[in-house]
């Protein structure tokens, strides 16, 4: 259909609702912009319709990463019996983590529905024929990206890095007051201290662990290796019964019987749980990693690459709401048929494809193959070019 026949019937259209315009007091020449008290009530229409499922969709992401989160240590608890109200806590604690994951998908989802059923019903064919431009239709929905953006930014800043500390000391506790928290048999633990203790059996109910071997490291990078049959706690120390010490010493292997040594449970940096112990990059506030990257290209240009990716990356990965909530539109009509799905499906493969570029291309940028910006905004760039042409192919 020639744009020459859209406006003919757009000014035809107009003229069958003349009596509507009267009622409202409203006068629209033929191609002028739809009234801005019509459109307060398409908008609000629209909002509306993608507001239900981003909400049930961002509790369902939020419940299913958290219950994920509780599935991998749920033995550790069951088997060392820690209090329930402490695994309430910790799984609240994960929380905040879980919503900024969730919310850039949960966008997504709620503006494809809503997309979908606007199709399906044809509501989205009666605003054009009544000349409103299908940008227009969808501005509701950019909004709502860009305050999803906003609470995601909010929430990754504020809640995050207390959550995790809060973890982090609840974490300590549970160590303390049941020290087999912080080994788990058959695998390696970082004590934070250049050490890493090995455990070949746990026993809880007799306070004690069986094949312990203990890597200390030294400044010549030769660590020293501790190993007894048996380790008993004392307070909020694991002593090595009865260890034998090996080293060298410049000449060969030294064997020394009966050697002493303790192992501080307060500075475990990780138990099986995998909260970590020393706060990581994504645990760092955006001012906490900018003076981290400062100080550190202070001493060396490109030392501090690995916290300018953080601070970019996570910049645009609340920009991702933003960019979800542009690209479903276009992405969903494109596919809409009646009342299929399979729209919304084919937006949940662009999202999963959107992942997969931002992984490597935060790998190339933190390999120093890509500038941090463009490794960092490099999927948000290409996926609003390919919303803009799909828009731009629809019109």
């Known amino acids: 259909m020639s744009r020459a026949v859209v406006a003919e019937t757009d000014c035809f259209a107009a003229e069958a609702r003349g009596n509507i315009w009267a009622a409202e007091g409203l006068k629209r020449p033929c191609g002028a912009p739809v009234p801005h008290p019509i459109m307060r009530i398409a908008d609000r229409y629209v909002l509306v319709e993608a507001l239900g499922p981003f909400a049930v969709s961002l509790a369902a992401f939020v419940v299913l990463i958290t219950g994920h989160m509780l599935f991998n240590v749920v033995e550790v608890i069951v088997e060392h019996g820690v209090p329930l109200p402490s695994v309430l806590r910790f799984v609240a604690l994960q929380v905040p983590g879980a919503a900024v994951m969730a919310l850039p998908v949960s966008t997504l989802m709620g503006c494809s529905l809503a997309v979908n059923r606007l199709a399906s019903d044809n509501e989205v064919v009666a605003m054009r024929v009544g000349g409103v431009g299908l940008g227009r239709i969808l501005v509701p929905m950019w909004l709502m990206g860009l305050l999803a953006s906003g609470v995601t930014l909010a929430v990754s800043e504020g809640a995050v890095p207390w959550s995790r500390r809060q973890a982090e000391e609840l974490v300590r506790e549970m160590v303390l007051r049941r020290q087999s928290l912080a ?76 050697a002493g040594m303790e192992v501080d449970l307060r500075q475990v940096a990780a138990g099986p749980s995998g909260v970590h112990g020393t706060l990581g990059l994504s645990e760092m506030s955006l001012r906490e990693l900018a003076e981290e990257r400062d100080r550190l290209e202070a001493t060396r240009e490109g030392a501090g690459r690995s916290y300018a990716m953080e601070m970019q990356s996570r910049l645009a990965m609340a920009a991702s709401c933003l960019v979800f909530a542009v690209i479903a539109g276009p992405v969903t009509l494109r596919f809409a048929r009646g009342q299929s799905l399979v729209g919304i499906m084919a937006a949940l493969i662009i999202t999963f494809v959107y992942f997969l570029v931002m992984i490597w291309t935060r790998t190339l940028g933190e390999g120093g193959v890509l500038p941090v910006p463009v490794a960092a905004w490099a999927q948000n760039a290409l996926f609003i070019a390919a919303a803009a042409l799909g828009l731009h192919r629809l019109r």
């Open 183 to 258: 080994f788990e048999p058959g695998k390696f633990t970082d004590t934070g201290q250049g050490i890493a203790v090995f455990v070949g059996e746990s026993s809880p109910n007799r306070g004690e662990l069986r094949d312990v071997m203990v890597f200390q490291k030294q400044p010549d990078d030769v660590p020293m290796v501790f190993w007894a049959r048996r380790a008993v706690f004392r307070g909020e120390r694991l002593y090595p019964m009865d260890a034998d010490l090996y080293y060298f010493d410049g000449t060969g292997l030294t064997t020394l019987h009966s």
